[in-house]
Nanobody
Framework: QVQLVESGGGLAQPGGSLRLSCAAS????????MGWFRQAPGKQRELVAS???????NYAEAVKGRFTISIDNAKNTVFLQMNSLKPEDTAVYYC???????????????WGRGTQVTVSS
């Protein structure tokens, strides 16, 4: 069974930085992409950033120029460097992985449990 374990959330001041990590473990035949979503109270879950194992990256407009996503393909780990944080970045951040568990499986999206990021002075 695939597990995604996030770490690195917490409290930061406006203008500060945090770095999130997420490691995927379990039966993984091939990884297609990993990413981060977030959900603020009372709002819908939204994509923050995604990266394919080939290096194609996509960012939400709200985080472009401030957040950087990267991936360690050998370790099935994705990172999100968050700089110039704003109070509106406060949310639960969820890691995702689009992967195939076995050669004959389709690609499915897996979710982590989430890590809280709070930006406040």
């Amino acid at each position: 069974q695939v597990q995604l374990v996030e770490s690195g959330g917490g409290l930061a001041q406006p203008g500060g930085s945090l770095r999130l990590s997420c490691a995927a473990s379990g039966i993984i035949f091939s990884m297609n992409a990993m990413g981060w979503f977030r959900q603020a109270p009372g709002k819908q879950r939204e994509l923050v950033a995604s990266i394919t194992t080939g290096g194609t990256i996509n960012y939400a407009e709200a985080v472009k120029g401030r957040f950087t996503i990267s991936i360690d393909n050998a370790k099935n780990t994705v990172f999100l460097q968050m700089n110039s944080l704003k109070p509106e970045d406060t949310a639960v951040y969820y890691c995702t992985a689009d992967l195939r568990e076995r050669r004959w499986n389709t690609v499915n999206k897996y979710w982590g449990r989430g890590t809280q990021v709070t930006v406040s002075s």
